[in-house]
């Protein structure tokens, strides 16, 4: 383990993770290069829904996590860091059939059961409560203390306090290593040489060829919906809905399963009057391209979940890469074999909700502290010897 600080880092990848772990680097008087292939925030970061939640978390590691960065949105809203850029909301996980029911109770005993507040709704309380809803709803969820995040704003905010700028277009091309291949001297690029005591790979799917993970590391696509500003129905939603059929395309009863396309729903009243409708997570598809099946069916649901939602007009659809790992959860902590490499990604869908307590996470351990968040599940080196990443 690092003895102390390190004096510099190269930190590579400037979406929300590279850029939370540039900040928190930065704030312990550390000089940072941080790089990019692309520019801030251009891949999954500028292209998430922005939930920082934990209503969809599976028991367990993750769920653990995103308590923790939940927490750490809400105490960087209240310093000034995020002020604004965090709405607080509730997310209300809806079932609208029995089997939607059965699975929504048990995820609704975990989430108690982890300390977060829930609150069950039915019958004539649901109707009260949530007026927007259909009568298709049967029972709603509703999970206190959530939030909402744009990423590229989380992403501006850091770099901006922080006073970093990216390098841009800078590709990585390999590792220097010294001390019989235990350490890295330094990086490879598109523009040479770089060196630091410290690299953090946070490139997302960009990390994998670069780590031998391209056998762990996969890219998951997701389309995502905008519409038109319609102020009355947006107000009379009291926070984000999410239908009971979201935990299972995201696999959160079963680590690691996800369909080759899964839809669920998520419908997300913003800040602008506007909804964000979302998703599919696919293991197909062009990234900058959304298709008319995928558009259609998760309308199609959004309306029958919510009606008022068929007077509103679509703006925009888009869709983004998100880098997902085989075993569902994410790669954090120390390079299998580099004294002085990190890696810090594969969070798929949950990178808003962790990036900032992941950036943190990852310079405490670089600096011989204990991390905030329990990063023993997401060890690399769990995949040591396995594939590309021996």
Do not use: W
């Amino acid at each position: 383990m690092q003895s102390r600080p390190p004096s510099s880092a190269i930190v590579v990848g400037s979406g929300i993770v590279g850029a939370a772990t540039a900040y928190f680097l930065a704030k312990r008087g550390i000089a940072i290069r941080l790089i990019d292939a692309s520019a801030p925030a251009a891949e999954a970061t500028g292209a998430a829904d922005g939930a920082v939640s934990v209503a969809s978390k599976r028991p367990g590691p993750m769920m653990a996590a995103a308590l923790k960065g939940v927490a750490l949105y809400g105490e960087l809203a209240d310093n000034g860091l995020l002020s604004g850029a965090f709405k607080r909301r509730s997310t209300f996980i809806v079932a609208a059939s029995d089997e939607e029911c059965a699975v929504l109770e048990a995820h609704s005993a975990a989430l108690a059961g982890a300390g977060v507040r829930v609150e069950m709704l039915s019958g004539t309380d649901l109707r009260q409560d949530f007026p927007a809803l259909s009568p298709q709803a049967k029972m709603a969820v509703e999970v206190h203390g959530e939030g909402h995040a744009i990423g590229y704003q989380i992403v501006h905010r850091l770099l901006t306090a922080s006073g970093i700028v990216v390098e841009r277009d800078m590709r990585v091309e390999g590792f220097q290593l010294e001390d019989g291949g235990r350490r890295i001297a330094g990086i490879t690029t598109n523009r040479g040489s770089l060196t630091a005591d410290v690299v953090v790979i946070a490139a997302g799917n960009g990390s994998a060829k670069l780590l031998g993970f391209s056998g762990i590391l996969t890219p998951r696509k997701g389309q995502l919906l905008v519409t038109e500003r319609a102020p009355e129905l947006n107000a009379a939603m009291r926070g984000a809905i999410m239908s009971g059929r979201y935990l299972l395309s995201k696999g959160s009863q079963k680590a690691g399963h996800t369909p080759p396309r899964g839809l669920g729903l998520v419908i997300d009243p913003l800040v602008t009057g506007q909804f964000l409708i979302g998703g599919t997570r696919e293991d197909f598809g062009k990234r900058e391209t959304n298709d008319i099946d995928a558009v259609s069916r998760i309308l199609t649901d959004a309306v029958a979940l919510v009606p008022g939602l068929a007077g509103v007009r679509l703006l925009r659809s888009f869709a983004g890469v998100r880098t997902a790992v085989v075993d569902g959860l994410p790669l954090v902590g120390r390079i299998p074999g580099l004294e002085n490499g990190y890696v810090a990604t594969g969070f798929e869908g949950d990178g808003i909700c962790l990036g900032p307590v992941t950036g943190k996470s990852i310079v405490q351990l670089i600096c011989g502290e204990e991390p905030d968040i329990d990063l023993s599940s997401f060890d690399p080196s769990r995949f040591a010897g396995q594939g590309e990443a021996a």
